[in-house]
């Protein structure tokens, strides 16, 4: 697809999805420095009130910033960089690098804009990587509605309950979506260990925490000090 056409549906829709844009060979290597990373039985990052409340369960790891340039093999990736620059018309910056993993039998990750959508020219633009199929047996599917990064605020709710509009998906080994940071999304319930990886990138200017503080459909919660800053009700 020409780089106009992609800017325009990820403008119309919030997101736009490519199959098979990675090899499945680099995926496979990747998935296994990602696991051996974590380990049989990786350590929870939140707090057990966090994962309560949000209903949000994930482990994330920050390789970059530890100094372990793993992924260049996508970061400095030409394709996937020339798209960004199509979005991102004015300049951006890389975010972090963040890899995902939760344990088979978790919750996933409850419905959640990446930060907060007030002022629409602030946000996060998420380059999603899966390094192995998702699928029903898996479970830990993507769910995201169309369009909602014009919606303003995610509507207060149960935190996974189904919202008008949604559309589910399974991506595959290699996939890469890249999704507004306003976007309503969440990950449905995780039946069998599961990988993602993040390559965040930022319009230029924008401030490095932008992704501090999340909005869920009961709160607003500050990673940092790890705090509910807003309860919704
Ligand atoms: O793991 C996924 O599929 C989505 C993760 C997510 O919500 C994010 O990185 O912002
Ligand atoms: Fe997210």
Redesign the pocket.
Known sequence: MELEKIAQEFWDQGYIIFESFFDGKLMDAYNNIILEHYGLSPDREHTDEFITKSAVEVVPWFPYREGKPLFDGIDKNEHFNAITDALLTKGWDNLYCMMMFSKAGSKG?AW?Q?CPPESPAQFNL?RLVYTHDITEETGGEIVIVPQAHKAGVLPVGAPHEDIEGQVVYRPKKGTVIFLHGHCF?RVKPVKQDRISSNFRAVPKGTPEDITDVCVYRNMRYRFSTSEVIEERV
């Open positions: 990750q959640h990446d998420n999304h």
